[in-house]
């Protein structure tokens, strides 16, 4: 039941319903409306359907004045404050109650059936919800024993994060402002040869004795004339590492028809 201090809410207002006076229930059969005289109602006026707490209130009351008439107590639905009747959907059948705790049941009718529609709505949404805030009163009330997860950090337990990081960093060559991907010259205006185009300088002794002779080229008489070089001015000029210093090769002759080529 309702409490003191509890405010009312209005949960449907419909401005016409018919109240008819209905013969007692002889067996457990269903309700039918055809039983009534319906086109002589007792009573007419407005109904309107409150809500205070869990506890719903269906109440007749004059049209004009507002006067109450009757009111219904509903604490479930569907239950026996208020039943349906068994060939429409437009009838229901009422317990009404005073002030004293005395009932009686009386049938109410709506003209449109799209009223009666919304009079069952507004009765079955109100006790969906007192079924749902029954529901986690209970939860609240029952202790909780299933095993929770642990998700904290243990002691000591790190994590680490690699937020905006790239996955490689770019090691591009240094390129020249020429853009031919070579270094700059060094300060000082020649470069230094590659290691193909000056010979390894060799001070090489002759042999005393003949006894390491046979490390030397064996050259035949017909190869003794060597061509000489062409001018190394005109190489060297061509060279893409600049101008060198030309080094012109010298013929040795260690021994009879034997040859070596040195470079100094």
């Known amino acids: 039941m309702a409490t003191e201090g509890e405010y009312e809410s209005v949960l449907c207002?419909?401005?016409?319903?018919?109240?008819?006076r209905i013969p007692p229930r002889a067996s457990n059969r269903g309700v039918r409306a055809a039983d009534w005289k319906l086109d002589a109602p007792d009573w007419t006026g407005r109904m309107r359907?409150?809500?205070?707490?869990?506890v719903a209130y269906v109440k007749l009351e004059d049209k004009i004045s507002g006067e109450l008439f009757a009111q219904a107590p509903v604490e479930e639905y569907p239950g026996i404050?208020?039943?349906?009747?068994?060939?429409?959907?437009?009838?229901?059948?009422?317990?009404?109650q005073d002030d004293g705790g005395r009932s009686a049941f009386i049938g109410i009718g709506f003209g449109?059936?799209?009223?009666?529609?919304d009079f069952n709505v507004a009765l079955q949404d109100h006790f969906k919800w007192v079924k749902q805030d029954n529901e986690i009163i209970k939860q609240s009330q029952t202790p909780d024993t299933t095993p929770k997860l642990d998700l904290g950090f243990k002691e000591g337990q790190t994590i680490t994060l690699n937020i905006g990081q790239s996955k490689?960093?770019?090691?591009s060559r240094p390129q020249s402002s020429g853009g031919l991907g070579l270094l700059p010259p060094p300060?000082?205006?020649?470069?230094?040869?590659?290691?193909?185009?000056?010979?390894t300088n060799h001070n090489t002794q002759a042999p005393t004795g003949g006894?390491?002779?046979?490390?030397l080229l064996d050259l035949d008489s017909s190869n003794s004339n060597l061509a000489a070089p062409s001018n190394p001015n005109t190489t060297a000029s061509s060279d893409l590492w600049g101008d060198f210093d030309s080094v012109s090769p010298k013929l040795v002759r260690l021994s009879s028809w034997k040859w070596v080529k040195s470079a100094f």
């Open 112 to 117: 449109d059936r799209g009223d009666s529609f």
């Open 49 to 54: 359907v409150t809500a205070r707490g869990k």
């Open 168 to 171: 490689k960093k770019d090691k």
């Open 187 to 199: 300060p000082g205006g020649k470069l230094a040869p590659p290691p193909s185009s000056r010979s």
């Open 211 to 215: 006894s390491n002779t046979g490390c």
């Open 81 to 96: 404050a208020v039943e349906t009747v068994s060939d429409s959907s437009r009838y229901f059948v009422l317990r009404i």
């Open 13 to 20: 207002v419909k401005p016409d319903v018919n109240v008819y």
